[in-house]
């Protein structure tokens, strides 16, 4: 047997897809005063929930309200003859509302978890949350209940808008931090606590008290709990997945009293093959082909939003991402059931072994959250504090990985099943049960749950332009130029954090999805004609009487080392074709018409563009830039990047000599002193910023080098080969070529071969024609009309 690419598509079964997805369950409701704000509220909650079931139950007695959503045909509500009512997920609301009856929330101990449920008491008029093995989500001030809200998870109290979408400060800064997972009762969502598993809260009208109610389950076996998972569904599949524990869940899986079941892995080529080397010599072992899924930092790239949108909360291991891609590809495959080996490693104590060179330096996590919040959490002067030791957060981490398969499963259609994600009889010995389940032949290594490194510095542009974003600046937990120079570090090998810099960036864009309000939906970015203006611009403006048109010319990406100049005369024989076509302005190239350059594409052809990562910011640089004002319409020399670009095409004694100019001047009430001593090609230094196109949303550049060389040479070139191309009178009628560094404060003609004074082209893009953000319209054409 082997392994077959789906690349990312599904591997259908041989039964077919199922018609009807996996339905969880979920409950909600609310304990409150009596009024029409209610019933909104549990259809807001109900809708929230509709991905846990398609039918709906709905009970409203007095204060309380109770919502239930299953599968249809499933019992998800029970009235008992006292008319105590229950909403349960994971188990018969008729077994909860018996044990109830005859022994009170205590007797609730003895039903066999993972469930939740929701008991309306009429005698006590009290409601009853109970977490048994699964956790629950409340709400004590609800909007628009006088009391409190709860739901099966946390975002759907904020999707049903009775909770704003803010975060938790401490809870988001003790993930940053440690990645703790779920360990106590607070969440991501300020005002949305956690109900923890083997809890129960009752409520009435003396208040809020919670209990315990778990009684302490033993350890299981979790091979046997996988054979049950395997028998339990008619289309069982299970992932090769951690090395060791998916190789004995594939091995059970072939074995001869399992019903067939269809074997899914990830493949993260093209970065980390050593998975695909490794899954086939296990599906070789154990006699079954292999499903090989494609998941890697693209398709991470691509699904990040949606999963977490799934999910509710940031996620600390990026296995729970694998799961979710490779459940969704045995989803469409037709499989209904995942047996997915996440949790083991946690549960059995493994060790992955770490490969590769040691890193010179290690981040305090500390040093990168903002002055307030590091000010509480002092840092050793030793370094980092040492991790925690993996049993004492072996708990959390099978609690959240039951609930991110729980949460994976609702919005994919398929049962995920995890047995091990609980206490295990073997822990501690090395995984010797699942060693024992494996073939002869079959490899036993422990395995990382992604190569989350290699993601990360295959994702690094986008990862910092998201750490360069103003959204991440505004947030209250990150001092962003420390994060910016710790992940630099990691970009160039002098630190090996990736799951810390993975927990920042998952944070961020967890608060993108749930925190920022959502923008407009807009139309479909429409690409200008070639003789339009650009978006918000005019073509035409008036300079000393005369009328000017101003054609904005569309290109591709510029990159260094490639031929500008053949490139820009190809562009601009190209817009002569269009405007001969159009037949409107011919006449106009009668006259003498101008060529303007942005500097930008000439410094990147030029090499002298550079990623951020690529710039090591002297002590100098890191200085000054913090006392430069910044703008909201580029970020000048206040970064340290542009300004160690500054001191190199300058020198530090004429920066410094300038900056003192700039002191001096600004006390006297005199701007703009600065630039006049540095020059204009300090002038001309541009930042990385957000709304550019990439690359130059992480670059910084300097401007180009002979710019009076590159328009003689550009003018030249076009002349010539207007003629060769058969517009002899544009080519005649050409009077200069302009570089010019325009933006929307400001224009400063870097290199000229024109006619007339440089003033001119500066009051020519008055307005800037060429846009300032993703227009890619970095030439202009300019025609007198009148």
């Known amino acids: 047997m082997g392994v077959t690419g789906t690349d990312g598509d599904a591997a259908v079964s041989e039964t077919g897809a199922p018609t009807v997805g996996f339905n969880p369950g979920g409950i909600a409701g609310y304990y409150g005063a009596a009024r029409s704000g209610q019933a909104t509220a549990l259809v807001a909650l109900s809708t929230a929930l509709a991905h846990r079931g398609e039918a709906e139950f709905r009970n409203v007695a007095g204060r309380i309200g109770l919502i239930a959503r299953a599968a249809e045909k499933t019992s998800a509500a029970y009235?008992?003859?006292?008319?105590?009512?229950?909403?349960?997920?994971?188990?018969?609301?008729?077994?909860?509302?018996?044990?109830?009856?005859?022994?009170?929330?205590?007797?609730?101990?003895?039903?066999?978890?993972?469930?939740?449920?929701?008991?309306?008491?009429?005698?006590?008029?009290?409601?009853?949350?109970?977490?048994?093995?699964?956790?629950?989500?409340?709400?004590?001030?609800?909007?628009?209940?006088?009391?409190?809200?709860?739901?099966?998870?946390?975002?759907?109290?904020?999707?049903?808008?009775?909770?704003?979408?803010?975060?938790?400060?401490?809870?988001?800064?003790?993930?940053?931090?440690?990645?703790?997972?779920?360990?106590?009762?607070?969440?991501?969502?300020?005002?949305?606590?956690?109900?923890?598993?083997?809890?129960?809260?009752?409520?009435?009208?003396?208040?809020?008290?919670?209990?315990?109610?778990?009684?302490?389950?033993?350890?299981?076996?979790?091979?046997?709990?996988?054979?049950?998972?395997?028998?339990?569904?008619?289309?069982?599949?299970?992932?090769?997945?951690?090395?060791?524990?998916g190789a004995a869940l594939a091995a059970v899986a072939a074995g001869p009293d399992t019903p067939p079941s269809a074997v899914f892995s990830a493949s993260f080529a093209p970065m980390d093959t050593t998975e695909d080397l490794y899954v086939g010599a296990v599906g070789a072992a154990i006699g079954s082909t292999v499903h090989s899924v494609r998941v890697n930092a693209d398709t991470l790239a691509a699904d990040l939003g949606t999963f977490l949108r799934a999910q509710g909360e940031p996620v600390a291991d990026l296995g729970e991402y694998v799961q979710y891609a490779v459940a969704k590809t045995a989803r469409e495959g037709g499989a209904d059931s995942l047996i997915d080996p996440i949790g083991a490693i946690a549960a059995y104590g493994l060790t992955v072994e770490v490969t590769g060179k040691k890193a010179r330096r290690e981040v305090a996590p500390a040093t990168l959250l903002a002055p307030t919040l590091a000010q509480a959490r002092p840092v050793s002067a030793d370094g980092p504090a040492p991790a925690p030791v993996p049993a004492a957060r072996a708990s959390a981490r099978l609690a959240e990985a039951r609930r991110c398969a729980d949460r994976s499963a609702a919005r994919l259609g398929i049962r995920i099943e995890t047995p091990f994600a609980n206490p295990v009889a073997d822990a501690g010995q090395g995984g010797a049960s699942l060693r024992a389940a494996l073939p002869k032949g079959a490899p036993g290594d422990?395995?990382?749950?992604?190569?989350?490194?290699?993601?990360?510095?295959?994702?690094?542009?986008?990862?910092?332009?998201?750490?360069?974003?103003?959204?991440?600046?505004?947030?209250?937990?990150?001092?962003?130029?420390?994060?910016?120079?710790?992940?630099?570090?990691?970009?160039?090998?002098?630190?090996?954090?990736?799951?810390?810099?993975?927990?920042?960036?998952?944070?961020?864009?967890?608060?993108?999805?749930?925190?920022?309000?959502?923008?407009?939906?807009?139309?479909?970015?429409?690409?200008?004609?070639?003789?339009?203006?650009?978006?918000?611009?005019?073509?035409?403006?008036?300079?000393?009487?005369?009328?000017?048109?101003?054609f904005p010319i569309r290109t591709e990406l510029f990159t260094s080392g490639e031929d500008y100049t053949r490139r820009i005369t190809d562009y601009v024989t190209d817009f002569l074709g269009h405007v001969r076509a159009d037949g409107h302005y011919v006449g106009a190239f009668d006259r003498p018409w101008y060529l303007l350059v942005s500097e930008k594409i000439i410094a990147i052809s030029q090499g002298r563009s550079y990623f951020i990562w690529d710039i090591e910011p002297s002590w100098w640089a890191r200085t000054l830039a913090k006392f430069v004002v910044k703008t909201p319409y580029g970020i000048g020399l206040g970064s340290p990047w542009t300004m160690e670009l500054a001191i190199r095409e300058a020198g530090l004694p004429r920066i410094l000599f300038a900056a003192g100019v700039s002191a001096a001047g600004k006390a006297v009430g005199k701007r703009g002193l600065f630039y006049q001593v540095a020059g204009h090609s300090v002038r001309a230094i541009?930042?990385?910023?957000?709304?550019?196109?990439?690359?130059?949303?992480?670059?910084?550049?300097?401007?180009?080098?002979?710019?009076?060389?590159?328009?003689?040479?550009l003018k030249a070139t076009i002349s010539s080969t207007l003629r060769e191309s058969g517009f002899p009178q544009p080519a005649q009628t050409l009077a200069g070529v302009v570089v010019i560094d325009a933006n929307d404060i400001g224009r400063n003609v870097l290199g000229s071969d024109a006619d007339r004074p440089e003033e001119f082209y500066e009051n020519l893009f008055g307005d800037n024609p060429l846009g300032q953000g993703s227009e890619q319209t970095p030439l202009a054409v300019a025609v007198r009309i009148g």
């Open 446 to 550: 422990v395995r990382a749950s992604a190569p989350v490194r290699d993601w990360l510095l295959r994702l690094k542009n986008r990862i910092y332009g998201t750490f360069l974003a103003e959204s991440f600046v505004n947030r209250p937990w990150f001092h962003q130029q420390n994060v910016l120079v710790a992940f630099e570090d990691f970009i160039k090998g002098r630190n090996h954090d990736a799951d810390l810099f993975w927990r920042i960036y998952c944070v961020e864009i967890w608060a993108q999805e749930f925190l920022d309000p959502k923008p407009e939906e807009k139309e479909p970015v429409r690409i200008k004609e070639p003789l339009e203006a650009n978006a918000k611009k005019q073509l035409e403006i008036t300079v000393d009487g005369e009328r000017w048109l101003r």
């Open 79 to 245: 009235t008992d003859r006292d008319g105590t009512v229950v909403v349960a997920a994971g188990i018969d609301p008729a077994a909860v509302a018996d044990r109830y009856a005859a022994g009170g929330v205590e007797l609730l101990a003895t039903l066999p978890t993972p469930w939740t449920a929701a008991l309306l008491d009429p005698a006590r008029e009290a409601l009853v949350l109970v977490a048994a093995g699964a956790p629950l989500y409340y709400a004590p001030a609800a909007a628009g209940v006088d009391g409190l809200a709860f739901a099966s998870e946390p975002a759907a109290l904020v999707d049903a808008g009775l909770v704003a979408s803010a975060p938790d400060t401490e809870r988001v800064v003790d993930f940053i931090l440690t990645g703790g997972g779920e360990d106590g009762e607070a969440t991501f969502f300020a005002g949305i606590r956690r109900l923890p598993a083997g809890q129960a809260l009752v409520v009435d009208g003396s208040g809020a008290a919670t209990r315990p109610i778990d009684a302490v389950v033993p350890p299981i076996d979790g091979l046997a709990a996988a054979r049950r998972a395997f028998t339990a569904t008619d289309r069982p599949a299970v992932r090769l997945g951690l090395g060791l524990p």
């Open 686 to 713: 541009d930042g990385p910023t957000e709304y550019s196109v990439y690359p130059a949303n992480v670059s910084a550049k300097l401007a180009p080098a002979h710019p009076d060389r590159v328009a003689s040479k």
